[in-house]
């Protein structure tokens, strides 16, 4: 084994790697944005959840705790008639509200405190926050308190509940991910290759033009994206059990939704790679921002004010948030938000499609 012949095999790769100046930012501008990004969304958020509370107690201990409440820096509180907090739930305004019955601090001198907690559910730990401030505000009560004061808080979930496992919660978005991904890297590359095998420049040589092509490699992908689709879906609700409160048709329609904009997300992005190793470098730049914004990970609520507008323009977000609608709350399409939800999903894969016969060329260089 001959060292000098190794050392210029090793010296030609880096002479390669440093012409590349794509494959050059990748490797180390890459990792700084994305590690950025993820610090800036666990730790740059300062919002706190919005809390109602309705005070129905006479007595004192319903006005210590609400007062209390109201000087905690883990929640937002906003006074609310008990009637109203289911509808808030629903909008979106609250995550969760605080029942003090009647009956609050005479239960409170018998040594225990027993709120109504009505959390949303739909987001995994929404009750948390809601707890840990309960747990806090309960010191103000039971320091004036004589006798020890158990805490006994009565959790009703609105969706979801108790029973319903992390799998349950985040099985939702990643149907929705593991296809948009899969979709997207199949596409980018295969449709790489017949552009350059010459089978792309041979087709804009023909009669067809160019929305012919796109449109015709776009239903071809999409068939075998079909497939994956029920492959997914079957496996998540048959084997995994993962929980579903809606119509599996809606779930696969939205499938389909996502399937198309991967298809033509990935044909779009293939015209400005050369090599199918360019090609996966989309990856980074396109895949892992939507994982880490659209509200896979980490509810869009929860990031950072500025996040949050990018999270608002990413496909994805519109995707886990009508898959999530649909298998967590049981929704339709009734519900306005799935209404939006859907259509700004079809309306970017219309938009990737008129993109991909904008941009087709007949060469790679």
């Known amino acids: 084994m001959s060292g000098h012949r190794i050392a210029a095999i090793t010296s030609r790769l880096l002479h390669q790697f440093r012409r590349d100046h794509r494959t050059l930012a990748l490797l180390f501008v890459a990792p700084i944005v994305i590690l950025s990004l993820l610090g800036y969304l666990i730790r740059g958020s300062a919002s706190v959840p919005d809390v109602g509370i309705a005070n129905l107690d006479q007595g004192p201990a319903g006005a210590t705790l609400t007062s209390s409440l109201e000087q905690s820096s883990k929640i937002h509180v906003i006074a609310i008639n008990a009637p109203d907090g289911d509808a808030k739930l629903k909008d979106g305004s609250l995550v969760a509200y605080i029942v003090f019955p009647t009956d609050f601090s005479q239960k409170a001198q018998q040594g225990t405190i027993a709120p109504e907690v009505h959390v949303e559910g739909s987001q995994p730990g929404t009750q948390a926050p809601v707890l840990q401030a309960l747990q806090q505000a309960l010191v103000s009560l039971a320091a004036a308190s004589s006798s020890a004061v158990r805490f006994q808080p009565n959790v009703t979930y609105l969706y979801g509940g108790p029973d319903l496992d992390q799998l349950d919660y985040f099985g939702a978005a990643f149907i929705g991910l593991i296809l948009f991904f899969l979709v997207f ?149 009734t519900w306005p938000s799935l209404q939006l939800d859907i259509g700004i999903v079809a309306g970017f894969c219309v938009l990737v499609i008129v993109a991909g016969i904008a941009t087709l060329r007949r060469r790679i260089a």
């Not at 490699?217 to 059990?241: I, N, P, R």
């Not at 190793?277 to 994982?291: E, G, H, R």
């Not at 990970?297 to 950072?304: D, N």
């Open 185 to 333: 890297v199949v596409t980018i590359v295969s449709f790489l290759n017949e552009r350059s095998q010459g089978t792309l420049e041979r087709l804009m040589a023909s009669p067809l033009r160019r929305g012919e092509i796109v449109v015709g490699y776009m239903l071809g992908f999409l068939v075998l994206a079909l497939v994956q689709a029920v492959e997914v879906l079957v496996f998540s609700l048959a084997v995994l059990k993962v929980h579903n409160q809606g119509n599996v048709l809606l779930i696969f329609g939205i499938e389909v939704l996502m399937a198309l904009s991967a298809v033509n997300l990935g044909i779009f992005l293939s015209m400005f790679a050369r090599t199918e190793f360019q090609a996966v470098q989309f990856i980074p730049l396109v895949i892992v921002p939507q994982v880490l914004l659209s509200g896979i990970l980490f509810p869009v609520s929860s990031e950072p004010k500025a996040l949050q507008y990018l999270s608002d323009v990413l496909p994805l977000t519109y995707a886990v948030n009508g898959l999530r609608d649909v298998m967590l709350k049981g929704a339709d399409l």
